[in-house]
């Protein structure tokens, strides 16, 4: 390992480079309306990228204006500097230099929200403290005039130390001229004035820092004094001496006298904050138009639950109805391109690896795009608009019935349609034991891969008469669905009464108000959100595709190509026209059936058939159940190959075959418990190579998704045994 | 704490406090604080999900949620009542 300061150097020498001036750090609270406005600073000129070690994107943008190029760093939104989830650290980290691979910020861009200054000051005291280039941008300042908020601007300006204090309306562009002037020009600033919130404690560290001769900066120094050494902080400050964190204790002691040090920078910070809004703002800000209709409306314990049931259909619906027709279309493409390659490329290993390796690959990636899109749609527009926070809290009394907290409901609606933008939404959660909880639980949804799965076997094997007034093949689905749901559910209480037990998870909600959704910032979210699902999921997905294609092409056997011609020449000597086409179709699926049956998958498939006996899986079903463990949806390709009706055949035919087939004395191989069992493995299973990725990258340590795979798949294992051994009995 | 009076669990939907004191122990209540409840600040009750729980508060104009639990440890007095 290299010292961090000499990693810093090539770190700052990078912006030098490009042209970039100066490197700014955009800082506020959460929801103070950052992202709308670094989108609107940096517009198309933004790039995403990653903190080593940890899985928050980096959001990286430029602002150019007369010639100046100054690199915005747009930062999660942390309501102080003592960090309370991993997002929140990221953004202290950054801001304080304390990550060894990024050069700390030469400016911050502290973002105030108008309508609510309370809460904002609080952060922005804070930062002044850090006597760095500043400039405050103070936002919504239309919303904060509707609702009868006056500020001075001046005053303001004033008591946060002379720093210069910018209005500006992001939706409509207001005010941003002077902003960017303000920001490109950040070195050329005074450093703000001391302001004083805190004399005692300044006195102190003084003190600590001539005793000890810590080289550590003052607000370090503050940090410790008043956070202690917390598993927020123990990477910074894991290094440092035993004499100074006794003396630092000692301190502790001493200048909290027992009370809480966070209450009591609380209070102090507070009482500053109120002091300042009593010479800045005339009135407390009061609720207006259509928004206080709205939360009046919600603000009805019934209605409110209600309204949130809506919501979660529509965004349901959306997801698997309006994106079925796209994703048929992709589908079809894919199958095509794949066909017209073999046609144009002809027989052999090239040809198969490219058509039915690198474009069945691909396609199986871009295949879910549609859905996820739709539902990262709907998840940003309920962001943006603040409904989220309020989905969390309409639901935490029942989400903390089973261990978990209010925010875990978004991850794991969001896993419905794909287990990895859920497990990725997880970062927003606190707690650890919190989200690994979530995590544990997320892959238990049903997900849009495992639908195709289901569907098949449904259609073909469970009757299509009416139960009440419901078909007896949507109540399966159904079932399956809340099977699931159910699954998730005494997993994640499982695992908070075992391995994670502890505290209850804390809670503690802010609650925006409602407002329209920025149209700018909904389309650069979205897009960097499809980008990360494309780089994470995409390349799993993608070399799983190809290394599932290998293992069933290969080896090739000499004896089939032979005989395949032997049938094609008496075929064209029995029939001619349509009757041949289909003949020679019907010959090259035998023979695609037989290569399989004698590749590695299939050699596979018949030496663990044992294993999945007690199940009541042929060799066929076994071949095709292994050939999905890292990507599950492949399962339907891999079966159309083994019954020889071709990758690409159709629903009936294919089920047809199914349902036909048997084992040598004669017995079917799909009976109906058999086929139950099968459903009931699918939906436990974690066959997703990419879902196993992130886990092992949000929980940074292989343990978790290794212990998800055992503990899954034991599930739908005994799951499907007792199925088919309890239906068969 | 010993809760004699009202707390901010026990108000009804509209009430307007002030905070009076916090019993600051628990963690949670501190990560509240640090919200911006501290002794002092003016608060509305607002709403309640289903079963009373969590409840909704306005401070400042701006909404945060808290659970029973933790709105117990807040003693609150009747806003604009003497000082």
């Not at chain 1, 943008?61 to 190029?69: C, Y």
């Not at chain 1, 130390?161 to 960017?180: F, H, P, W």
Request: include cysteine; proline fraction near 5%.
């Amino acid at each position: 390992m290299t010292k961090p300061s000499e990693i810093r150097v090539p770190a700052s020498s990078i912006a030098v480079r490009r042209g970039v001036e100066s490197r700014v750090a955009v800082v506020g609270s959460p929801n103070s309306g950052k992202s709308t406005l670094f989108n609107r600073l940096t517009g198309l000129k933004q790039r995403i990228g990653n903190y080593p070690g940890v899985t928050v994107e980096r959001h990286i943008g430029t602002l150019s204006w007369k010639d100046r190029k100054t690199e915005l760093i747009d930062l999660p939104g942390t309501h102080s500097l003592r960090p309370h989830s991993l997002e929140e650290q990221i953004t202290v980290d950054v801001i304080l230099g304390r990550l060894a691979v990024a050069a700390p910020p030469d400016g911050i861009l502290a973002v105030l929200d108008a309508t609510n200054l309370y809460q904002g000051l609080f952060l922005v005291q804070q930062l002044v403290e850090l006597q760095k280039p500043m400039v405050v941008a103070l936002t919504m300042t239309d919303a904060a005039i509707r609702s009868g908020i006056d500020i001075d601007l001046h005053a303001l300006s004033e008591a946060l130390g002379g720093v210069r204090v910018c209005g500006v309306i992001a939706t409509t562009g207001a005010g941003l001229n002077e902003l960017r002037e303000a920001v490109t020009t950040i070195q050329d600033a005074p450093l703000p004035r001391k302001i004083n919130v805190w004399p005692e404690l300044e006195v102190a560290i003084s003190g600590l820092r001539s005793a000890t001769g810590i080289s550590l900066s003052e607000t370090e120094c503050v940090r410790l004094l008043i956070d202690g050494i917390t598993e927020r902080n123990q990477s910074f400050s894991a290094g440092l001496d035993n004499e100074f964190i006794a003396r630092l204790d000692a301190l502790r002691l001493e200048f909290f006298a027992g009370q809480p040090p966070v209450a009591v920078e609380a209070r102090i910070r507070y009482g500053w904050v109120r002091s300042v809004l009593k010479s800045v703002q005339q009135s407390a800000p009061k609720l207006y138009g259509w928004q206080s209709r709205i939360t009046e409306f919600l603000n009805q314990p019934f209605a409110g639950t209600i309204g949130l049931f809506v919501v979660m259909a529509v965004v349901f619906q959306a997801v698997f109805a309006w994106a079925t027709p796209l994703m048929d279309f992709i589908d079809g493409a894919t199958a095509t391109l794949g066909a017209r390659v073999g046609d144009v490329l002809g027989d052999g290993a090239f040809s198969s690896l490219i058509g039915d390796g690198v474009i069945a690959g691909v396609g199986s990636v871009i295949v879910f795009l549609p859905q996820i899109l739709i539902l990262f749609l709907f998840i940003i527009l309920l962001e943006d608009s603040g409904y989220l926070a309020r989905a969390a809290y309409l639901m935490d009394r029942t989400m903390r019935s089973v261990g978990l907290s209010g925010q875990s409901i978004i991850p794991m609606i969001s896993s419905f349609a794909c287990a990895v933008p859920g497990i990725m939404a997880t970062r927003v959660i606190p707690s650890r034991r919190d989200r690994i909880a979530t995590i544990m639980a997320a892959p238990f949804m049903t997900c849009s891969a495992r639908l195709p799965v289901y569907a098949l076997l449904i259609a073909a094997f469970v009757p299509a008469q009416q139960v009440g007034f419901m078909n007896l093949q949507g109540l399966v689905l159904f079932g399956l669905y809340m099977f699931g749901i159910v699954m998730g559910i005494l997993t994640a209480l499982l695992m908070r009464k075992t391995a994670l037990r502890g505290p209850k998870p804390p809670f503690a909600l802010m609650l925006p108000e409602f407002r329209k959704p920025n149209l700018q910032t909904v389309f650069f979210q979205l897009l960097g959100r499809v980008k990360v699902f494309l780089y994470r999921a995409g390349t799993v997905i993608f070399s799983v595709a190809v290394i599932v294609w290998a293992l069933s092409y290969y080896p090739r056997s000499d004896l089939i190509a032979p005989e395949v011609e032997k049938q094609r020449q008496a075929a064209a000597f029995m029939l001619s026209g349509e009757e041949l086409a289909v003949e020679y179709a019907r010959i090259d699926n035998v023979a695609a059936a037989a290569q399989l049956e004698q590749s590695w998958l299939g050699r596979a498939g018949k030496s663990v058939e044992p294993m999945f006996r007690p199940l009541g899986w042929d060799w066929r079903v076994s071949a095709a159940v292994i050939a999905g463990f890292p990507a599950r949806e492949v399962v339907i390709a891999v079966l159309g190959t083994v019954y020889a009706v071709g990758d690409q055949a159709d629903e009936g035919t294919l089920s047809t075959r199914l349902k036909a087939s048997t084992w040598p004395d004669g017995s079917k191989v799909f009976t109906l418990p058999m086929v139950l069992g099968l459903l009931i493995f699918y939906a436990c299973c974690l066959q997703c190579a990419a879902t196993l990725a992130v886990i092992r990258r949000e929980t940074n340590t292989w343990r978790w998704p290794v212990f998800a795979w055992v503990y899954m798949t034991a599930i739908g294992y005994i799951g499907a045994m007792l199925a088919f051994q309890l239906g068969s009995a | 704490m010993e809760i004699n009076g009202y707390t901010l669990a026990t108000l009804k939907r509209g009430q307007k406090v002030v905070i009076k004191a916090i019993n600051a122990t628990d963690p949670q209540v501190q990560r509240l604080m640090v919200l911006g409840l501290v002794e002092g600040a003016e608060i509305e009750h607002a709403s309640a999900a289903l079963g009373g729980d969590p409840i909704e508060f306005r401070l400042f104009g701006c909404g945060i949620s808290l659970r029973q639990e933790h709105a117990r440890h807040f003693q609150v007095a009747p806003a604009g009542a003497g000082d």
